[in-house]
């Protein structure tokens, strides 16, 4: 298996941009993480689905911050506009209930600078 | 409210020597408890995990951890350190319901001299 794939590995933008994170989970697995890495802040968790549903978005910072799964094979983190304090590494992660509950596999990260 | 906590920020171990990093948790009841290592650049990789029974987990690369309830912690230990163990290392525990999120603790970064 290829693991948890993200695509872009890096991203500048200018702030008021709009930013689209990919992120392609491992096949057959069945929830999708996404989080936000930061100096200050650490790990956050932003969202997560279970089965393309959103089942927590509590962590999603605020209105310009939206996260799709529309299927069971690809998940969007979409920042529109961007701001400079949204720079960050964006991590996806996926996880199956049937194999190993609670054991998340992560991609290796979008890191996004936002100027 | 839950919370992890990973008292040290940084830990220097010289090449060869023994390693404990701490994690405690806040917690009513028993979580699930991981070790994930993230080296430079990179995602993470989950060392090791414990989800009941033994209270000594072993993992990949050397290292264990052990589950102490009285005390509310999982420490991650490796009896001799390489210079490539160098990274970043996240307590994360996860609460009761499969598929729940993990909370992460804040890191702690080896470095290893020579």
């Known amino acids: 298996d290829a693991g948890v794939i993200q695509s872009p590995r890096h991203e500048v933008t200018e702030m008021g941009q709009e930013v689209t994170l990919r992120c392609k989970p491992i096949?057959?697995?069945?929830?999708l993480f996404w989080y936000r890495q930061t100096m200050m802040r650490g790990l956050e968790l932003l969202i997560y689905?279970?089965?393309?549903?959103?089942?927590?978005d509590s962590g999603m910072p605020e209105d310009r911050f939206s996260a799709k799964m529309p299927n069971a094979s690809f998940s969007t983190l979409k920042i529109q506009p961007s701001e400079p304090r949204d720079s960050a590494v964006y991590f996806c992660?996926?996880?199956?209930?049937?194999?190993?509950?609670?054991?998340?596999?992560f991609g290796p990260g979008t890191r996004l600078t936002v100027t | 409210a839950q919370s992890v906590t990973q008292p040290d920020i940084h830990i220097t171990v010289s090449e060869g020597a023994s390693l404990e990093l701490r994690c405690n948790y806040s917690y009513g009841a028993t979580p699930y408890l991981f070790w994930y290592v993230q080296s430079p650049g990179q995602g993470l990789q989950l060392l090791l995990k414990?989800?009941?029974?033994?209270?000594l987990v072993q993992g990949i690369k050397g290292f264990e951890a052990e589950f102490k309830r009285s005390q509310s912690s999982f420490n991650l230990r490796k009896p001799s350190v390489h210079w490539s163990d160098a990274a970043e290392y996240f307590c994360a525990v996860g609460f009761n319901q499969a598929g729940t999120a993990l909370i992460f603790g804040k890191g702690t970064t080896l470095s290893v001299s020579s």
């Open positions: 414990y989800f009941s029974g033994d209270t």
């Open positions: 992660a996926s996880s199956s209930i049937d194999r190993s509950l609670y054991e998340q596999y």
């Open positions: 096949s057959g697995h069945d929830y």
């Open positions: 689905f279970n089965n393309n549903v959103p089942i927590d």
